[in-house]
C-alpha cells in the first residue's frame, strides 16, 4: 500500500484515532487475535438495525425481503472475496464452528446418518485423522473429538525448527487410511504459510478429505478456494475487519450437498412430521435457527472493502511489515519462534525474551500503549514443540503502519533492561 493508500485506510478505522495509557497513541498489534472495523462496516451494521431489520427467508413482508437480499448478497460477496460459488459458502458463528459442523459431519455419517451419499465422510476404526502440530486449538481439539467418537486415529505432520512444516515424512503420515487432512493456511503464531499445493496433492494421492482453516490468510493476503483446490475451508469475520459471531465454512458443492446436518432445528428443513425429516439442500442445511444476519453483512461489507483495497497490495504490505518486525531478532536476547525471512510468511511474529516472562513483555509494552498478545495463543502443541509455555505476539493488519512496528521495536529494546536481565 502507498503512504497516501495507507493514510486513506487508517482514516476508515475510527479505533486507532483513540489514546491509551494515559493519552499516547495507541498501537494496535494484535490484529491476528481480531481486527479493527473501518466505519463502512459499522454503518452497514447499524444501517441494517435501523432500515431493514427482519428475520431472513419466507417472511411476507418488505423488510423480510429486503433482509433476505441483505444476507444473500453478503454471502455473495465473501464468495467472490475468497474465490467460491456463493452456493457453496455456509454461514457460521465462527471458524472454530465451522470447523466443527465437519469434524462433527463424519461422526453423524459413521452413525449411518446421511445414507450412501455421505460415505465419502463414514470412518472406520483404524482410519486416521491427519492435522499438523502448528495447529490453533480450533483446527486439532475438534478433530481428537471426532476421534474419540469414532475409534479413527490422529496423527500429525510436525513441525520443523524454522517454524514450517517438516514434509519429511509426509507420505508416511498421509496414508491409505487417511479420511481427512486437516491443515492452517497461516499458523496464527509463526506467520508461516503452509505449503498448500503440496497438501492437497498428498490428500488427493489417497482420497482424503482436505479442510483448510483459513482464519489468518483470509485478512491478509489473496485466497482463491477453487484454485487451491481445498474441500473445505473456514474463516472468521472479526479477523477480517468485520463484526463478531459471524464466520463462513466452505464447501465444495458436491461435498455440502452430501454431508449430513449437525446443528438441526427450524430453517434447514423441507419436509416434518411427527417422525421424521427431510433437509433443505445446502447452503440453508447447514443454517439452522434464526440467522446472524446484520453481522453477515457487516461481514459481507468487510469482504468488498478489502476486495476494493486489492488484495495483492495488502500482501506485499504484510511482507514489509513482516520485514520490519522480524528486526526484533537483533535485539539481544529476543528469540523469534518462526521463519527468520519473509518467504512464504505474514507478519505474525512470536517471540521470548530471555530471562523476561512473556506477561511481562505485554504489560511493559502495553504501558507504552504497544498493544501485542502474551500466551500461547490456542496453539499449546506448537509452544511445546519450542520448549516455551508462552510468547509474546506482534500482528499486522491492513491498517498497521512501519512507525507502529518501529515504535513497538524501540520498546522491545528497552524490556531486559527495565526487567534488570542484562
Ligand atoms: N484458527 C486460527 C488460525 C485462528 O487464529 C483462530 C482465531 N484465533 C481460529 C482458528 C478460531 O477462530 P474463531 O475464534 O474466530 O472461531
Known sequence: LSTTELAAVRADFPLLERTVRG??????????????KPQVVLDTEVDFYEQRNAAVHRGAHQLAEEATEAFEQARAAVAEFVGADEGE????????????VVAYAFSNATLGRGGEAAARFRLAPGDEIVVTEAEHHANLVPWQ???????????????????????????????????????????????????VATL?????????LTVLDACQSVPNMPVDLHALDVDFAAFSGHKMLGPTGVGALYGRRELLEAMPPTVTGGSM??????????YAPPPQRFEAGTQMVAQTVGMGCAAQYLGELGMAGVARHETELAAEMLKIADIPG?????????????????????????????????????????????????HRRFGVAATARASASVYTT????VAFREALAGVRAFFGAE
Open 200 to 208: 492437497v496433492a498428498a490428500a488427493k494421492r489417497v482420497g482424503a
Open 334 to 382: 529476543v528469540r523469534v519462534i518462526g521463519p527468520l525471512d519473509t518467504a512464504d510468511r505474514l507478519a505474525v511474529v512470536s517471540f521470548v525474551v530471555d530471562g523476561v516472562h512473556a506477561h511481562d513483555v505485554g504489560q511493559v509494552l502495553d504501558d507504552k500503549g504497544i498493544a501485542v498478545r502474551v500466551g500461547h495463543h490456542c496453539a499449546q502443541p506448537l
Open 23 to 36: 493519552g499516547q497513541p495507541l498501537v494496535y498489534l494484535d490484529s491476528a487475535a481480531t481486527s479493527q
Open 402 to 405: 512501519v512507525e507502529e512496528v
Open 269 to 278: 428443513v423441507e419436509v416434518v412430521t411427527m417422525e421424521s425429516t427431510t
Open 145 to 195: 473429538e471426532l476421534a474419540a467418537r469414532t475409534g479413527a486415529v490422529l496423527r500429525w505432520i510436525p513441525v520443523a525448527d524454522d517454524g514450517r512444516l517438516d514434509l519429511s515424512t509426509l507420505d508416511e503420515v498421509v496414508t491409505e487410511r487417511t479420511k481427512v487432512l486437516a491443515f492452517g493456511h497461516v499458523s496464527n503464531v509463526t506467520g508461516a504459510i503452509a505449503p
Open 89 to 100: 459458502i455456509v454461514w457460521q458463528p465462527g471458524a472454530t464452528a465451522a470447523i466443527n
